[in-house]
Nanobody, 130 residues
Framework: QVHLVDSGGGLGQAGGSLRLACAAS????????ISWFRRPPGKKREFVAG????????DYANAVKGRFTISRDDTEKTAYLQMNSLKPEDTAVYYC???????????????????????WGQGTQVTVST
């Protein structure tokens, strides 16, 4: 189990950039798949981006591919979501989440299924203005 703290949200302009951070205090962070999800106003939570435990595989939703980059720094026990070329439709509450599982460690993949993630950050609001 990891305790996650999201930060870095705020108000951004269309075309601009923001960087979100997801910090953990437990060393077990390094063996967790880390993903970012978001919940736009009035919509369900959706997958945004994920990175596997070893940092060798990433996955992105089509809506953010080419604009967002997920990364992790295991020495700092922190994951990041760099968001460039922001659009108003990126407005949402963003959550980081951690998944620990022997199967995901072995296959090194990234799950888009939010129900498989055991631990969640508190969320950080991102608002993009035109």
């Amino acid at each position: 189990q990891v305790h996650l703290v999201d930060s870095g949200g705020g108000l951004g302009q269309a075309g601009g950039s923001l960087r979100l951070a997801c910090a953990a205090s437990e060393r077990t962070f390094i063996i967790n798949t880390i993903s970012w999800f978001r919940r736009p106003p009035g919509k369900k939570r959706e997958f945004v981006a994920g990175i596997n435990w070893s940092g060798t595989m990433t996955d992105y939703a089509n809506a953010v591919k080419g604009r967002f980059t997920i990364s992790r720094d295991d020495t700092e026990k922190t994951a990041y979501l760099q968001m460039n070329s922001l659009k108003p439709e990126d407005t949402a509450v963003y959550y980081c989440a951690a998944l620990f599982g022997i199967a995901t460690i072995i296959d090194g993949g990234v799950s888009r299924n939010l129900h498989e993630y055991q631990d969640w950050g508190q969320g950080t609001q991102v608002t993009v203005s035109t």
